[in-house]
């Protein structure tokens, strides 16, 4: 299995990804290069359509890999067969955009976070430590899950069902989480809480949090290492400040000027309209 | 002071539930805009925000009723009118809305002058289709959309160009005042700066009169608009100038709303967020006194007994709570 101590969590080398059908080929992800150290939060941004998603399928082991290869922790990733696959899921676990569309709609909620409980391992573990267990996850996310029982996902609120991901996350421990866009179908109340959680739960199992994202400035709150993406590359990478405090590429420029900000003016003059 | 285009005068509407429970989502909501001045509505999802911006247009639809309060646009009570005459006489002309999401706006089978010429055709009968496409062109060219998108089926459009189009079909015949109901919160940056573009160039040019922007969220409303209006639990609690309300927020809510803002720019990394602990309160069984002391930090046994109304303050804002603007800020500023 992986080497335990590599400082390097997960990497890639000449990564590409063409989406093929009939003649026309769409080259979503063109031969990048990316290396991401345990333990750090690390922001993918780009705009709709720059490859953010496709990267973040590849990296799950959802979809194939045109060319190139992913190291996981030093060692080139093999998932060729679904045991593999399996086994590489329980370091790596992901939060989508729509929570409304992560659950299956017929388990209860408490088989959904009994599910995870099960998947490390805890299938002898007594009823009553499990139901602590749960409670303990719940708690994390300021969640009361005396109140969850017997109930399904789509009686909660946008907001719950992603902080109950997040549960589940708590209960799963991987090395790997990667959220893509998790906050941007939710309002901007809970979407503070739900990044403060995720650096909390960062801090509780030490794992790498992998944030995808279009919005520049959550980018700059919660991550130590930003990567830029525009059409598949990625144009600018390097820590946070560096990136977004004094941006290089006029992309990343352009990405930062778009956002609206409070203590400078927004400059709508650059606009074009005939983009 | 310029001319008031809308006035709406404690407007109380509820929708009724299928189990006949009363639920008050806009209560006794006094606003006025005046001409040339944008007002920003800002509050959490399900704080009655779009429920006010279908209320102000008249759109009284079951399970959304009526219930008092006057809505005068430009001198014109619209709020005893039937929502069909609504729907002829005030919409598109007196007010314009743009939903949330322009893609599920636009029926796919038609191509986007057909829906110009409906606009058109719902106010003036008449009308000749050759006028009105040579209208649409002046117009789409005015607000820098191509012309060739008049032929286009909607699917074949981007999500901001589609945003952008719905707008300009809104905004067609001219009216009074135009409610933006989160235009650009499916959008990636770039497309949400050129709607908030478009948007206030209609301003400037008078192709609209007066605005209503509403979103959560507070930076861009904060850019956008002249006056913020902060709105809990279907009720206003704030109500002052974009700096003040940002700045200097009165009510805990607004302080705990500004405590969420997250921007790209020095000192914000690592910062603390605040976030507001517990949920909105159920509408159907309302909580006595202030709507908000369930999960405020300052709260005292009279916020939970007392009916709450909205004070001034200085500045000409107006705010809901029990203490005064000096009890508040100190206790801000020791945290």
Same mark, same amino acid.
């Given at each position: 299995?992986?080497?335990?101590? =590599?400082?390097? =969590?997960?990497?890639?080398?000449?990564?590409?990804?063409?989406?093929?059908?009939?003649?026309?080929?769409?080259?979503?992800?063109?031969?990048?290069?990316?290396?991401?150290?345990?333990?750090?939060?690390?922001?993918?941004?780009?705009?709709?359509?720059?490859?953010?998603?496709?990267?973040?399928?590849?990296?799950?082991?959802?979809?194939?890999?045109?060319?190139?290869?992913?190291?996981?922790?030093?060692?080139?990733?093999?998932?060729?067969?679904?045991?593999?696959?399996?086994?590489?899921?329980?370091?790596?676990?992901?939060?989508?955009?729509?929570?409304?569309?992560?659950?299956?709609?017929?388990?209860?909620?408490?088989?959904?976070?009994?599910?995870?409980?099960?998947?490390?391992?805890?299938?002898?573990?007594?009823?009553?430590? +499990?139901?602590?267990?749960?409670?303990?996850? =719940?708690?994390?996310?300021?969640?009361?899950?005396?109140?969850?029982?017997?109930?399904?996902?789509?009686?909660?609120?946008?907001?719950?069902?992603?902080?109950?991901?997040?549960?589940?996350?708590?209960?799963?421990? %991987? +090395?790997?989480?990667?959220?893509?866009?998790?906050?941007?179908?939710?309002?901007? =109340?809970?979407?503070?809480?739900?990044?403060?959680?995720?650096?909390?739960?960062?801090?509780?199992?030490?794992?790498?949090?992998?944030?995808?994202?279009?919005?520049?400035?959550?980018?700059?709150?919660?991550?130590?290492?930003?990567?830029?993406?525009?059409?598949?590359?990625?144009?600018?990478?390097?820590?946070?400040?560096?990136?977004?405090?004094?941006?290089?590429?006029?992309?990343?420029?352009?990405?930062?000027?778009?956002?609206? +900000?409070?203590?400078? %003016?927004?400059?709508?003059?650059?606009?074009?309209?005939?983009? | 002071?310029?001319?008031?285009?809308?006035?709406?005068? /404690?407007? #109380?509407?509820?929708?009724?539930?299928?189990?006949?429970?009363?639920?008050?989502?806009?209560?006794?909501?006094?606003?006025?805009?005046?001409?040339? #001045?944008?007002?920003?509505?800002?509050?959490?999802?399900?704080? !009655? #925000?779009?429920?006010?911006?279908?209320?102000?247009? !008249?759109?009284?639809?079951?399970?959304?009723?009526?219930?008092?309060?006057?809505?005068?646009?430009? !001198?014109?009570?619209?709020?005893?009118?039937?929502?069909?005459?609504?729907?002829?006489?005030?919409?598109?002309?007196?007010?314009?809305?743009?939903?949330?999401?322009?893609?599920?706006?636009?029926?796919?089978?038609? @191509?986007?002058?057909?829906?110009?010429?409906?606009?058109?055709?719902?106010?003036?009968? /008449?009308?000749? $289709?050759?006028?009105?496409?040579?209208?649409?062109?002046?117009?789409?060219?005015?607000?820098?959309?191509?012309?060739?998108?008049?032929?286009?089926?909607?699917?074949?459009?981007?999500?901001?160009? $589609?945003?952008?189009?719905?707008?300009?079909?809104?905004?067609?015949?001219?009216? @009074?005042?135009?409610?933006?109901?989160?235009?650009?919160?499916?959008?990636?940056?770039?497309?949400?700066?050129?709607?908030? #573009?478009?948007?206030?160039?209609?301003?400037?040019?008078?192709?609209? @009169?007066?605005?209503?922007?509403?979103?959560?969220?507070?930076?861009?409303?904060?850019?956008?608009?002249?006056?913020?209006?902060?709105?809990?639990?279907?009720?206003?609690?704030?109500?002052?100038?974009?700096?003040?309300?940002?700045?200097?927020?009165?009510?805990?809510?607004? $302080?705990?709303?500004?405590?969420?803002?997250?921007?790209?720019?020095?000192?914000?990394?690592?910062?603390?967020?605040?976030?507001?602990? !517990?949920?909105?309160?159920?509408? $159907?069984?309302?909580?006595?006194?202030?709507?908000?002391?369930?999960?405020?930090?300052?709260?005292?046994?009279?916020?939970?007994?007392?009916?709450?109304?909205?004070?001034?303050?200085?500045?000409?804002?107006?705010?809901?709570?029990?203490?005064?603007?000096?009890?508040?800020?100190?206790?801000?500023?020791?945290?």
């Amino acid at each position: 299995m992986a080497d335990e101590t =590599c400082e390097t =969590c997960l990497s890639g080398t000449n990564l590409t990804k063409i989406y093929a059908f009939g003649k026309s080929r769409t080259v979503a992800v063109d031969n990048i290069n990316f290396c991401f150290n345990a333990g750090q939060v690390i922001s993918i941004v780009g705009e709709s359509g720059s490859g953010k998603t496709t990267l973040a399928k590849m990296l799950l082991g959802l979809t194939n890999v045109t060319s190139g290869q992913i190291y996981f922790r030093g060692k080139p990733l093999d998932i060729s067969t679904s045991k593999k696959r399996k086994e590489y899921w329980k370091s790596i676990q992901a939060i989508f955009q729509d929570p409304y569309s992560s659950y299956n709609i017929f388990t209860k909620i408490d088989d959904v976070l009994l599910d995870c409980i099960h998947l490390r391992g805890g299938r002898k573990v007594p009823k009553e430590e +499990k139901i602590a267990m749960m409670e303990e996850a =719940c708690r994390f996310v300021n969640l009361k899950f005396a109140e969850l029982t017997n109930k399904y996902p789509f009686e909660l609120s946008g907001g719950q069902m992603q902080r109950l991901m997040i549960a589940r996350v708590f209960l799963l421990k %991987p +090395k790997i989480l990667l959220a893509d866009e998790p906050t941007s179908m939710i309002d901007a =109340c809970s979407r503070a809480s739900i990044l403060e959680m995720l650096l909390k739960l960062r801090d509780e199992i030490n794992m790498t949090l992998i944030f995808i994202t279009h919005d520049i400035g959550l980018a700059y709150f919660i991550s130590d290492e930003v990567y830029i993406m525009e059409h598949g590359k990625i144009v600018e990478s390097g820590s946070a400040d560096e990136v977004i405090l004094n941006p290089k590429e006029a992309y990343t420029k352009r990405l930062i000027n778009d956002v609206p +900000k409070i203590y400078e %003016p927004w400059d709508l003059s650059t606009v074009d309209y005939h983009l | 002071m310029g001319k008031t285009i809308l006035k709406v005068d /404690n407007l #109380k509407t509820k929708y009724i539930t299928r189990y006949n429970e009363d639920v008050y989502a806009v209560n006794d909501v006094s606003l006025e805009v005046e001409e040339g #001045k944008s007002l920003g509505i800002a509050g959490e999802s399900g704080c !009655g #925000k779009s429920t006010l911006a279908l209320s102000l247009m !008249g759109y009284y639809f079951a399970p959304l009723h009526y219930v008092s309060g006057d809505i005068v646009i430009d !001198g014109k009570n619209i709020s005893s009118l039937e929502p069909d005459a609504v729907r002829q006489s005030v919409l598109g002309q007196e007010i314009a809305y743009i939903p949330q999401s322009a893609m599920n706006a636009l029926n796919p089978t038609r @191509k986007i002058i057909n829906f110009i010429e409906d606009v058109v055709l719902a106010h003036e009968p /008449n009308s000749d $289709k050759k006028e009105i496409r040579q209208l649409a062109e002046t117009r789409f060219e005015l607000l820098g959309l191509p012309k060739s998108v008049l032929d286009h089926y909607p699917v074949e459009l981007s999500g901001g160009m $589609k945003q952008r189009t719905v707008i300009a079909i809104s905004v067609f015949l001219s009216p @009074k005042i135009l409610i933006a109901d989160e235009p650009s919160s499916a959008l990636d940056v770039s497309s949400q700066k050129m709607v908030i #573009k478009m948007l206030l160039d209609l301003m400037d040019r008078g192709l609209v @009169k007066a605005m209503i922007f509403i979103t959560h969220e507070l930076p861009l409303l904060y850019n956008v608009t002249d006056d913020i209006m902060v709105m809990y639990a279907g009720q206003i609690v704030e109500k002052g100038t974009a700096r003040q309300t940002v700045f200097d927020p009165l009510h805990p809510y607004s $302080k705990g709303l500004m405590g969420s803002i997250i921007v790209p720019e020095a000192g914000v990394r690592n910062s603390k967020l605040s976030s507001i602990p !517990g949920v909105p309160p159920n509408l $159907k069984h309302p909580p006595q006194g202030c709507q908000f002391a369930e999960r405020c930090k300052y709260v005292v046994e009279e916020c939970k007994t007392h009916e709450i109304s909205m004070r001034p303050a200085e500045g000409d804002r107006a705010y809901r709570c029990i203490f005064g603007e000096d009890v508040l800020r100190k206790a801000y500023n020791n945290g």
